[in-house]
């Protein structure tokens, strides 16, 4: 089980947007072994004088996985995890964990006794691996309809991997999050992509549209072995009406057939709604692929994550977790 999620240089990159520190537990035993990355968060409040700890996925996927399992120890293992990682939570103060897990992976279904572990959302993928031609096995009718409107009006498409300079793609995302009032906590600021071009260079592919010598959409990907990632992406608002982004999957998804890559993952909607408008869109591009993506809630400490809750004057509203972060301006647990 590899990917990039699962990288502990990935979740360095969202220690500022966290406001944390990226942590990896490693467990060993002679059931098997289990890595688990998080990013661990100072609590906003203090109890007792004392200071307490969260910890969450980094931004996207991940969550605790088996790497080994000797025969038959399958629930051993996962057991014996959990009893040392409280271990490890009640010595670092760690109150309680939110948890994105792998929709690909399903890591979900190894720790659903670990954790409260809940479906969330259908997330969309693109098959490459065993189509001669993913374009017309996967997108849509319309999809492929639009597709050939806007490369008969003239949109082309580039692809560059490991970029070294990531301007245009910055202007165009800027522009795209202050048009759909984006909540700040996709507002990556130039440190985010400079550490991305600094630690992640060679798993970075930029897909580029070009319409008469400019750029008019783009869209930031992450490679990994024979995945690919969708990661963030904009458009020009005055060039919409080109439906540049049709041009951008068409072009990355010949990329990848071309390079030997198996599957495109490009996650789920905006929201749990099964007819979210997002969700929607990105399924024009994977009619056929679909994976389940489940989040899993733990309280390591009741008794302080009780008090946690009482010095925040957190209602109980149960759908956030951790409930004491609930009236912070910044949800930065929520789904």
């Given at each position: 089980m590899k990917d990039l999620f699962f990288l502990k240089s990935y979740g360095k990159l969202y220690e500022k947007v966290e406001q944390g520190r990226c942590k990896e537990f490693v467990?060993?035993?002679?059931?098997?072994?289990?890595r688990h990355i998080f990013i661990k968060r100072e609590v906003p409040m203090s109890i007792n004088g004392e200071t307490w700890y969260d910890a969450i996925t980094p931004y996207g996927y991940g969550g605790p996985r088996i790497t080994r399992c000797a025969?038959?120890?399958?629930?051993?293992?996962?057991?014996?995890?959990?009893?040392?990682?409280?271990?490890?939570?009640?010595?670092?103060?760690?109150?309680?964990?939110?948890?994105?897990?792998?929709?690909?992976?399903?890591?979900?279904?190894?720790?659903?006794?670990?954790?409260?572990?809940?479906?969330?959302?259908?997330?969309?993928?693109?098959?490459?691996?065993?189509?001669?031609?993913?374009?017309?096995?996967?997108?849509?009718?319309?999809?492929?309809?639009?597709l050939r409107r806007s490369l008969n009006a003239g949109v082309t498409y580039r692809i560059t991997k490991s970029p070294t300079d990531l301007s245009d793609f910055k202007r165009i995302y800027y522009e795209t999050m202050n048009r759909v009032q984006a909540d700040c906590y996709y507002f990556f600021d130039d440190i985010y992509f400079d550490n991305c071009l600094q630690n992640l260079a060679e798993r970075i592919v930029l897909a580029e549209a070009i319409y008469d010598g400019q750029v008019i959409a783009a869209?930031?990907?992450?490679?990994?072995?024979?995945?690919?990632?969708?990661?963030?992406?904009?458009?020009?608002?005055?060039?919409?009406?080109?439906?540049?982004?049709?041009?951008?999957?068409?072009?990355?998804?010949r990329w990848c057939k071309e390079n030997g890559i198996k599957l495109i993952h490009a996650g789920g909607g905006r929201t749990n709604d099964a007819d979210d408008s997002l969700y929607k869109f990105k399924k024009k591009f994977g009619q056929h692929t679909g994976f389940?993506?489940?989040?899993?809630?733990k309280i390591w400490n009741a008794e302080i994550y009780d008090k946690l809750c009482k010095k925040a004057g957190a209602n109980q509203d149960k759908s956030f977790f951790p409930l004491y972060r609930a009236n912070a301006n910044k949800q930065l647990s929520n789904v």
């Open positions: 467990f060993e035993s002679s059931y098997g072994e289990v025969k038959g120890c399958h629930s051993k293992l996962v057991s014996a995890f959990e009893e040392a990682f409280l271990k490890y939570c009640t010595d670092e103060r760690i109150v309680s964990e939110f948890v994105r897990f792998h929709p690909i992976f399903e890591n979900a279904n190894d720790f659903s006794k670990c954790y409260d572990v809940s479906f969330q959302r259908e997330t969309v993928g693109t098959t490459i691996d065993g189509h001669e031609d993913p374009v017309t096995s996967e997108f849509s009718k319309s999809a492929k309809k639009t869209e930031l990907h992450f490679l990994f072995e024979d995945i690919m990632h969708t990661h963030l992406s904009g458009t020009i608002s005055e060039f919409h009406q080109l439906s540049p982004i049709y041009v951008l999957q068409y072009g990355i998804v389940s993506f489940y989040t899993g809630r």
